[in-house]
């Protein structure tokens, strides 16, 4: 109900509250002790959360935009740039090879690629990976899309493509769109954009055997 679903809004928007307070509480106290200046400071989520959207709430349930849209804040006075904004999806995947390029440790690698250099320029972030997510088969209630088998998604710098093992391809522009609550994937103008995206999920979460190519997407995946 209405009412049930703005309590919900309003406790999450309290936890929130309760986590901000506390973050500010751990960098006050980092800087009475000299020690902030110095610190690496990086601020992420696992996952967003659904309030209706898809009518599905919380989350462990789908790829929709709100569920996979999580913050992610670099802080290191010196080494970090303030104030710059990166205006382009990327993954918490690269979240550990960019900590390791940051503190110059290169004996222990970490899978992704260091988000360096995304705000330093040495990278184009045009060229850079579109994101990807995935979220296994769980069968805790019906109404939810994963309980009907895997979810896989990739997001470009406006799109989002998502297999649904229940409602099959999905488009959406998330940019414009961030409820995605308009399915694009049979509107002719994506007609060349939906294999493209296809194509580009099934490289990447199905990666190159040793030495061989990549297998061929299936055309039911678009």
Do not use: C
């Amino acid at each position: 109900a209405p009412a049930q679903l703005h309590e919900e809004m309003d406790a999450y928007d309290g936890g929130i509250r309760y986590d901000d307070a506390q973050l500010a509480r751990l960098l006050a106290a980092l800087d009475r002790q000299g020690l902030l200046g110095n610190t690496l400071v990086i601020i992420t989520g696992d996952h967003g959360e659904a309030f209706g959207e898809h009518g599905l709430i919380t989350h462990a349930n789908a790829l929709y935009f709100p569920v996979i849209h999580v913050p992610l804040i670099f802080r290191w006075p010196g080494h970090v740039p303030a104030g710059v904004r990166i205006d382009r999806p990327v993954s918490t995947r690269d979240i550990g090879a960019t900590v390791l390029a940051l503190t110059k440790e290169t004996e222990r690698p970490f899978p992704g690629r260091s988000l360096e250099g995304l705000w330093s320029g040495k990278s184009d972030p045009g060229s850079w990976p579109e994101p990807i997510a995935e979220l296994a088969e769980m069968h805790f209630d019906r109404d939810f899309p994963d309980y009907y088998g895997p979810l896989e998604a990739i997001v470009s710098p406006t799109m989002e493509f998502i297999i649904d093992p229940r409602e099959g391809p999905l488009l959406y522009n998330w940019k414009a769109d961030p409820e995605e609550a308009n399915d694009l994937v049979r509107d002719p103008r994506y007609r060349d954009l939906v294999p493209e995206l296809a194509l580009a999920l099934w490289s990447e979460s199905h990666p190159r055997t040793a030495g061989g190519p990549f297998e061929s997407p299936p055309r039911s995946a678009y």
